[in-house]
């Protein structure tokens, strides 16, 4: 028998300066979900929380002016899912807006890298070699990695936001707003929203330097990101905090506008989505598992590439075979959830339901790495107990 508790906030709606015309109701409503200030029901982009606060970011923009002032060559290092995704496509278009002339991306493959900034994927590095690697959405925990690209006088800038272990690795500069100390106050940022940051701090540095007014050049409007930047945070699950909620919403209203990049328009067309009623469902049941799934079955470069290119033509194209391969997904998931679930029954069939392990370990032969993770979600949801899937290494 399930046991359900319920708990109750503390919502005193009258202690709270509201707006005169707004309804008793939903006064107590915001109050419940523990608003209590009227401003924080207002997510304009400028009561975004400032990123001069998040530590590391001087270091980091001091490492990306230089490698803009004097052309290095950039290699953004993402991660397979939809936030490192997003990420990587922000910091690609975000730092050649800048004026970044050398700027290219890997991500590594799941079966052949492993996760993040790894020895194998720095060892693939090379003609030519970069002159400076930028993590999104990983790097917080890649000891090794960091360590072989620095001995090869690579400079690492790490931008993450898991939560760190008791050491940081030898990077040049890190941003985490997890990290012990940081005064950011949003700890709820995505990855995405981390490297979004990161440029808009990068560019007031170039700014005040007069870096743009010396070329002539307008002041690029980061704005144009923000589409990516709600995509990645609603995938990712991340709390959508005050701040959060400020970077969404912006992202929301430029894609109903019709301003988002091709390949964002594209997902939903293809996801059967109106650009024009965009909503994060849409987001996050649409658009972010066809992204994923290349990460999870293929080479997220795809999902990357979709997000990249201005050409609706061929966002188009890429879309629609990142469509393919999340059917494919579905049918492998569902596959395997099976076997799964067969194996469960089996179990209880011979030594009954009440000698369940409070925590299971499955594994088969012919199961994909890429889709264990969602086939243990699923079962734990229903049998209400830790699950841990494995596959072939």
């Not at 620095?150 to 940081?168: C, K, N, Q, S």
């Not at 997890?178 to 440029?199: E, H, I, Q, T, Y």
């Amino acid at each position: 028998m399930t046991t359900m508790e319920f708990r109750r906030r503390s919502a005193v709606a009258a202690e709270v300066d509201w707006p005169a015309h707004m309804h008793p109701v939903l006064r107590r409503v915001l109050a419940a979900r523990g608003i209590r200030a009227a401003g924080e029901i207002e997510h304009r982009l400028g009561n975004m929380a400032a990123p001069a606060m998040l530590g590391g970011i001087d270091a980091a923009c001091a490492l990306l002016a230089r490698a803009i002032r004097d052309s290095r060559r950039i290699v953004v290092v993402g991660d397979f899912d939809c936030d490192g995704a997003t990420g990587t496509a922000v910091a690609v278009r975000g730092l050649r807006m800048l004026g970044a002339s050398q700027v290219d991306f890997r991500v590594p493959n799941r079966a052949v890298h492993g996760y993040g900034l790894s020895t194998a994927l720095v060892a693939t590095l090379d003609e030519p070699t970069p002159d400076l690697i930028v993590t999104v959405d990983n790097g917080i925990a890649s000891h090794a990695g960091i360590a072989a690209a620095r001995a090869r006088g690579i400079d690492v800038l790490v931008t993450d936001h898991h939560l760190p272990a008791a050491t940081l690795p030898s990077a040049n500069a890190i941003v985490n707003p997890n990290l012990a100390g940081d005064r950011f106050p949003s700890k709820a940022l995505a990855g995405v929203g981390v490297m979004f940051c990161l440029l808009v701090a990068l560019r007031a540095q170039l700014r005040d330097s007069g870096w743009f007014s010396e070329r002539h050049l307008a002041v690029p409007d980061l704005g144009a990101l923000l589409d990516l930047v709600a995509l990645g945070t609603v995938a990712d699950l991340v709390p959508l905090d005050f701040n959060n909620r400020v970077l969404v919403e912006a992202g929301i209203r430029r894609i109903r506008s019709g301003k988002a990049c091709a390949g964002v328009q594209a997902l939903l067309q293809v996801s059967g989505r109106d650009v024009a009623t965009a909503v994060s469902s849409d987001l996050g049941y649409g658009v972010a598992p066809r992204i994923n799934a290349a990460g999870r079955l293929e080479d997220m470069g795809l999902g990357i590439e979709c997000l990249l290119t201005d050409d609706a033509s061929v966002a188009l194209i890429l879309a629609e075979r990142l469509s393919a391969i999340n059917a494919e997904r579905r049918e492998l998931q569902s596959q395997m959830t099976g076997q799964a679930e067969a194996a469960v029954a089996r179990w209880i069939a011979n030594h009954g339901e009440a000698c369940l392990p409070w925590g299971l370990t499955l594994f088969e032969e012919d199961w994909h790495p890429g889709v264990v993770g969602l086939v243990a979600s699923r079962l734990k949801d229903r049998l209400h107990r830790p699950v841990v899937a494995c596959a072939p290494a």
